[in-house]
């Protein structure tokens, strides 16, 4: 499936797909380093950073080496990737499936350069009812301590269920101001400096 192919897709991959993604995309340099951890046959996200204009070097990371990743390895323990690697490290659909998720945040801290960004999305408990695999929304700074929140997206997409997904974007830094940004119908937006 193409990242612009809308059909089936929840609220909250196709905010990301038209949204969050490529904005970052184009805020990347010629050269840069881009991480996307969990290859998702179902996306090609690609084409976002294979941009003739700028070039990136685009890597995958997956645990199964069937889906043919560049590097092969659990994103909690990849002591084969150097510190200070990657200006963009992107992980959807992963945190679910991560069983050490404390050191999931200390490698994605270590491989980020100091001014690196990551985007995280994170499945709420309106998505998934097991407490190990789904944040609320105010246990988001808890559990991504090791890395500073610059946005935060809440997306609800069932009347009256819990939040179905949080959209992060964060980098390396160890201080926390949180700042309330905007409110609308399914979007809560957070911006910490």
């Not at 808890?142 to 009347?159: A, F, H």
Request: glycine letters at 6%; proline letters at 5%; charged letters at 25%.
């Amino acid at each position: 499936m193409k990242i612009g192919d809308i059909a089936r897709t929840s609220e909250g991959r196709l905010f990301i797909n038209q949204k969050i993604l490529p904005r970052l995309a184009s805020e990347l340099k010629e050269g840069d380093n881009v991480l996307f951890v969990g290859i998702d046959c179902a996306w090609d996200y690609k084409t976002l950073f294979f941009n003739p204009a700028v070039l990136t070097n685009f890597e995958t990371m997956d645990i199964k080496p069937d889906f043919k990743p560049d590097i092969v390895g659990d994103i909690s323990n990849c002591p084969q990737i150097e510190d200070n690697k990657y200006d963009l490290v992107v992980l959807i659909g992963v945190y679910e499936f991560v069983n050490d998720k404390d050191s999931m945040f200390k490698e994605i801290n270590r491989i980020l350069k100091p001014e690196g960004k990551a985007l995280l999305s994170l499945p709420g408990a309106g998505y998934y009812e097991s407490p190990n695999n789904h944040v609320e929304p105010w246990q988001v700074w808890d559990k991504v301590k090791y890395l500073q929140i610059l946005e935060m997206y809440v997306v609800g997409e069932r009347n009256g269920k819990r939040p179905t997904s949080v959209h992060l974007i964060v980098k390396r830094v160890n201080r926390y101001i949180i700042y309330l940004s905007c409110y609308d119908y399914r979007f809560m937006g957070f911006m910490v400096w």
